[in-house]
T-cell receptor, first 113, second 113 residues
Framework: KNQVEQSPQSLIILEGKNCTLQ??????????LRWYKQDTGRGPVSLTI?????NTKSNGRYTATLDADTKQSSLHITASQLSDSASYICVVSAYSNTGKLIFGQGTTLQVKP | DGGITQSPKYLFRKEGQNVTLSCEQNLNHDAMYWYRQDPGQGLRLIYYSQIVNDFQKGDIAEGYSVSREKKESFPLTVTSAQKNPTAFYLC????????????FGQGTRLTVV
């Protein structure tokens, strides 16, 4: 069964600190993996997209890694800001003509001053 | 400006009523999706459409209906048969159905009163 699991479920950190969010998946055949940021009451916005051959991709203070062998991804946030408070969703796509995406349940991050 | 427009942002429904959520896009994307989001859970696919006049059931289609008469529009009707409709509903689009990036609207929060 195709599944995406994220950890931790929630996380509280102080402003300026770094943090790492985890995503494990069992999706086959793998096409790509995306990290989205979702502010409360808003739609998700894409942060990074990674294909099978990519190990690391950065977007400002966000760095995503992908280990296709162990089927794990991480999202590292550097020098956190209050505006980073949001849910972070890992989404995996399998090769198919339906475009079906498999969503993780998200990690809720709260950055405190 | 380009994007995905969902309306209304907030919607209240009396028990036994049908309500329709609007999703309009001017991105010229072929594929459109409807997701439901509940607290602590990942997004779940309700319906998707890859082309005009064609749509497919997702994982939780019962109690919902859709139409795709125009490329730009993919309205979702929540019928009285949906027993627990209170949720956050997200519309998304992508260029094709083959695992390309999904873009999300800002969501509609539906509450049964």
């Amino acid at each position: 069964k195709n599944q995406v699991e994220q950890s931790p479920q929630s996380l509280i950190i102080l402003e300026g600190k770094n943090c790492t969010l985890q995503c494990n998946y069992t999706v086959s055949p793998f096409s790509n993996l995306r990290w989205y940021k979702q502010d409360t009451g808003r739609g998700p916005v894409s942060l990074t997209i990674m294909t099978f051959s990519e190990n690391t991709k950065s977007n400002g203070r966000y760095t995503a890694t992908l280990d296709a062998d162990t089927k794990q991804s991480s999202l590292h946030i550097t020098a956190s800001q209050l505006s980073d408070s949001a849910s972070y969703i890992c989404v995996v796509s399998a090769y198919s003509n339906t475009g079906k995406l498999i969503f993780g349940q998200g990690t809720t991050l709260q950055v405190k001053p | 400006d380009g994007g995905i427009t969902q309306s209304p942002k907030y919607l209240f429904r009396k028990e036994g009523q049908n309500v329709t959520l609007s999703c309009e896009q001017n991105l010229n994307h072929d594929a459109m999706y409807w997701y439901r989001q509940d607290p602590g859970q990942g997004l779940r696919l309700i319906y998707y459409s890859q082309i005009v006049n064609d749509f497919q059931k997702g994982d939780i289609a019962e109690g919902y209906s859709v139409s795709r008469e125009k490329k730009e529009s993919f309205p979702l009707t929540v019928t009285s048969a949906q027993k627990n409709p209170t949720a956050f509903y997200l519309c998304a689009t992508s260029r094709t159905g083959g695992g390309t990036e999904a873009f999300f609207g800002q969501g509609t929060r539906l509450t049964v009163v």
